[in-house]
Nanobody, 126 residues
Framework: QVQLVESGGGLVQAGGSLRLSCAAS????????MGWFRQAPGKEREFVAG????????YYQGSVRGRFTISRDNAKSTVYLQMNSLKPEDTAVYYC???????????????????WGQGTQVTVSS
């Protein structure tokens, strides 16, 4: 089992940047493919970005591609989400998630992730 704790959320103006971190504890971090999801008020949770166990493969939702970057440091058991050129529509609670993986892939369906953090609020003002 792995425990996930997100940090780095906050209030930022449109066009600004934030970096979210997700620290994992428990089993060996490099066993897990990782993902970031978000949920805005009144909306369903949606995929933002995914990264493979090694970090060699990444995938992004279309609306964030080119603005957000997912990365991981397996030595620090941490996954990051660098968010640039933020827009008001990026406002949401952001969650990191972990999937026990044996294939070396990334994953973009929430149903494939077994472990979730508690979320961190990101608010982008116009």
């Amino acid at each position: 089992q792995v425990q996930l704790v997100e940090s780095g959320g906050g209030l930022v103006q449109a066009g600004g940047s934030l970096r979210l971190s997700c620290a994992a504890s428990g089993r060996t971090f490099s066993r897990y493919a990782m993902g970031w999801f978000r949920q805005a008020p009144g909306k369903e949770r949606e995929f933002v970005a995914g990264i493979s166990r090694s970090g060699s493969s990444t995938y992004y939702q279309g609306s964030v591609r080119g603005r957000f970057t997912i990365s991981r440091d397996n030595a620090k058991s941490t996954v990051y989400l660098q968010m640039n050129s933020l827009k008001p529509e990026d406002t949401a609670v952001y969650y990191c998630a972990a999937h026990v993986d044996s294939s070396g892939r990334y994953y973009f369906s929430s149903s494939e992730y077994e472990y979730w953090g508690q979320g961190t609020q990101v608010t982008v003002s116009s």
